[in-house]
């Protein structure tokens, strides 16, 4: 018979531990949040452990709520001091909107998990050019930071429908030698795409050596094409529809040259000339049925709150 | 064993399996035959006590026959549903050897370990504290296992789980009508009375490494339980098309997400009317089934070899064929038919036949000339296997093999001093089972490691003379310190 007592739960004398305690002080408290228009939105959520871990180009998995679905958003930012992530999100769809709704300063997220993905790869490159599209002018800030940190000369170049949808102008500037604001309606800096800027800044400077393109697969795709005859190094950050992130679902499957990649675990970042930007905007409509549906309880319910 | 009618069945997602009786559980008792050298012992990956806890059971000390149980197996309500037990404990019962059933191990698992849960039963010995802390990556079977036996050994435990509920493969992938979540929430609420802490969205490898959880985070030993899930694809035309994809993405969607209960689960999954599943193990099984329920018309299996070769628990297949899935055996898919807007219209197979034995000495496949044909079909799944799962191979400083496994030693010991390494993500995609009892044999290897003496352990079954040891310490146990080489 054994020295220590066998001793059921009625009488255990050990406190039982809940089991899901908090060990690495991070509850996903959203601590701001700031709204950049009326579709977009910024939430910075605190978690110490991942601002610290966190590197250009990555991204995290949000679940709001226990009925939500797992979406990804790559991170705009990271404050390692003040230990917060920080998301910059368009409200397109159910999930996003309803988040813009719910996400108020002092909730919490169900979960956030990451930072994910293989990091941006900064190399020692003296001259790159930055290009963010629409949404894309968040995930692409790190970069150009990370860029200007490690000396290179800097062309940031982001691209906006129009004046009033403009966001971090001086927070992006801050970290470009030169910076080139296209707008769609001419509102603002030079008419045009971003394109039409990156052609503008490949004629100022023949020696660019990389680009890194971030926005809608349509932008990116046009990016590509402008720079694959240049010998310029073109890295776009895919965003195909994702469940898990952890490369167990293939759900995020791309096709880049002849290989098939998971781009949660292989990317986000591939070699734009090689990504077959076809093949990822028809797999981005894969549940544009779903979507309209969704779309359409979600505004059913809204009025059905109001009405009350 | 009573089930539930197949049609009916088929289309809800409550249990198949209704459990015996406490008639049919003491009857089934009564046909042990109590063997003087029970074959069922070294056939259980655990070494479950197996004529033992039946004898109680028949005895009616149904608390003794659960501890008995629990000493061994902490999962005995998951096990018993799951265990290819037909390959193990049954296999080898001599009742089962001619005309007769083998003794119904695995249902009179179950059903100790259901009635434990209906009682709130579990086994918390008072446990002393030793001071250690240890980490455990996945809080899948081959993690929970370990992580039960280093708290009974007093350590200070700590699970750290990417998804935002523990459980790994039996929540994502086991779906309900095979393993209830209500049972899988039991056996971790168990786990978390010894002691355990369970950390969810908390990615290892890109949040922190395994080696800042040793030289940074306190930690004394980690085991690595990361699974095998990264899914196959054959490199077929057509397999970028909007109704393929992986077995785990349906089961995770479903399982995992709610889709089943679109649109008040957000997760959808746009399933098909008739759905083509590629493979016939234990996941196409389960793949199969949930389209079904899920409101499929009708359901195929495309399998290039035969019935006989299929993987799959006996029990599974069963279910499936009665449920009414159409099983094409020796076929093989060639091609994935758009329907014009992305979506699949068609799959293209081609019939096989048994040719020459290979180096396996299996009878391989070959393709029939000309038997080509296509069937209509608008979503096909791929369950033909999977491989390691690539984030701690990114980002830790671990020796792998050439299969993208941990390569461990035949203690489970990585090339890491203090890490350890079990389930599929070092022996590729397996069982439950030998998950679990990969994270229990990792346990004995890191108490050996930190050189605590754990002399409540009673591993039943064993009955090995006192060789290697020393006044009562076994030569595998021993003090060292660990020591970091310098890379």
């Not at chain 2, 007769?100 to 249902?107: D, K, M, N, Q, S």
């Not at chain 2, 089943?260 to 997760?267: I, L, Q, S």
């Not at chain 2, 296509?374 to 296997?385: L, P, R, S």
Request: contains cysteine.
């Amino acid at each position: 018979m054994s020295a220590k007592q066998q001793v059921t739960d009625e009488g255990s004398s050990r406190p039982v531990a809940s089991g899901r305690e908090k060990t690495l002080d991070n509850d996903f408290e959203i601590v701001a949040r700031e709204d950049l228009s009326e579709v977009t939105y910024l939430l910075e959520v605190r978690h110490p452990m991942m601002a610290k871990a966190a590197q250009p180009g990555q991204f995290v998995i949000v679940i709001a709520h226990e009925a939500g679905e797992r979406i990804p958003l790559t991170i705009a930012d990271f404050d390692r001091d003040k230990g917060t992530i920080t998301l910059v999100i368009q409200a397109v769809g159910k999930t996003t909107q309803e988040m813009q709704r719910m996400c108020t300063v002092g909730t919490r997220l169900l979960g956030m998990v990451g930072p994910m993905g293989i990091p941006s790869h900064i190399g020692h490159a003296k001259k790159v050019v930055c290009v963010g599209g629409g949404l894309g002018v968040a995930p692409v800030f790190p970069q150009a930071r990370a860029f200007k940190e490690s000396g290179a000369y800097v062309i940031g170049i982001v691209g906006f429908r129009s004046k009033d949808l403009i966001f971090w102008e001086d927070k992006f500037k801050e970290h470009c030698d030169e910076f080139i604001i296209c707008t769609d309606d001419g509102s603002a800096g030079m008419k045009g795409m971003v394109t039409d800027g990156i052609k503008l800044a490949m004629s100022n400077h023949p020696d660019i050596e990389e680009l890194v393109a971030i926005g809608p697969p349509i932008m990116m795709s046009a990016c590509a094409e402008t720079t694959r005859f240049a010998g310029i190094k073109t890295s776009v950050s895919l965003n195909p529809i994702m469940v898990d992130g952890t490369g167990m679902c293939g759900g995020c499957r791309v096709m880049v040259g002849s290989d098939m990649k998971f781009a949660c675990v292989d990317g986000p970042d591939f070699d734009g000339h090689l990504v077959d930007f076809e093949d990822l905007m028809v797999r981005l409509r894969r549940f544009t049925a779903e979507e309209d549906l969704a779309m359409k309880k979600w505004s059913d319910d809204c009025r059905m709150m109001k009405a009350k | 064993m009573p089930v539930q009618d197949p049609l009916e069945r088929a289309r809800n997602f409550s249990e198949v399996a209704l459990g015996f009786s406490l008639k049919s559980a003491l009857v089934e008792c009564a046909r042990c035959l109590e063997c003087e050298e029970p074959a069922c012992i070294p056939a259980c990956p655990v070494s479950i006590d197996i004529p033992g806890f039946i004898r109680k059971v028949g005895d009616e000390d149904y608390r003794g026959a659960f501890d008995l149980l629990s000493d061994a197996n902490l999962l005995p309500a998951i096990c018993g549903r799951v265990c290819p037990q037909e390959d193990q404990c049954e296999g080898v019962c001599p009742v089962g050897e001619d005309e007769l059933e083998p003794v119904a191990i695995g249902r009179l698992e179950r059903w100790v370990g259901d009635l434990a849960i209906e009682k709130g039963w579990s086994n918390v010995p008072y446990i002393e504290p030793n001071g250690f802390k240890v980490g455990i990556v996945g809080s899948g079977p081959a993690g929970m296992a370990c992580a039960a036996d280093m708290a009974k050994a007093g350590c200070d435990v700590t699970v750290y789980e990417a998804f935002h509920h523990p459980g790994g493969v039996l929540r994502y992938g086991i779906p309900e009508f095979r393993l209830p979540n209500d049972v899988i929430d039991a056996e971790l609420a168990s786990l978390a009375k010894l002691g355990v802490k369970i950390e969810c969205n908390t990615l290892v490898g890109r949040l922190f490494t395994i080696e800042q959880m040793l030289d940074e985070m306190g930690f004394d030993a980690v085991f690595i339980g990361t699974g095998a899930g990264l899914p196959k694809f054959m490199g077929i035309p057509g397999e970028s098309l909007n109704g393929v994809l992986s077995a785990n993405e349906l089961l995770t969607r479903c399982n995992l997400m709610g889709a089943g209960d679109f649109p008040n689960h957000d997760t959808p999954l746009h399933l098909g009317k008739r759905v083509a599943v590629v493979g016939s193990g234990n996941t196409a099984m389960d793949a199969m089934r949930v389209s079904l329920r899920l409101g499929a018309e009708k359901v195929y299996c495309v399998y290039r070899r035969t019935r006989e070769e299929s993987p799959a628990r006996l029990e599974e297949l069963h279910h499936a064929e009665e449920e009414g899935i159409d099983f094409q055996w020796l076929t093989a898919p060639v091609e994935i038919l758009d329907g014009g807007d992305g979506s699949v219209r068609a799959m293209r197979c081609i019939r096989m036949e048994l040719g020459e034995p290979d180096d396996s000495g299996r009878r391989r496949p070959v393709p029939i000339a000309g038997s080509e044909y296509e069937f209509e079909a608008d979503m096909v799944v791929y369950a033909i296997g999977t491989q390691a799962n690539p984030i701690i191979g990114q980002t830790a400083n671990l020796r792998m093999n050439k299969w993208g496994y941990i390569d461990v030693d035949e203690n489970l010991a990585t090339s890491m001093a203090g890490v350890f390494a079990g389930g599929d993500i070092a022996t590729g995609a397996a069982t439950v089972i030998l998950a679990m009892g990969a994270g229990r044999r990792a346990a004995r290897s890191m108490k050996a490691y930190l050189g605590i003496r754990d002399s409540e352990t009673v591993y039943s079954g064993q009955t090995e003379e006192h060789t290697g040891e020393l006044f009562g310490i076994a030569d595998g146990e021993r003090n060292f310190a660990r020591i970091r080489l310098a890379e």
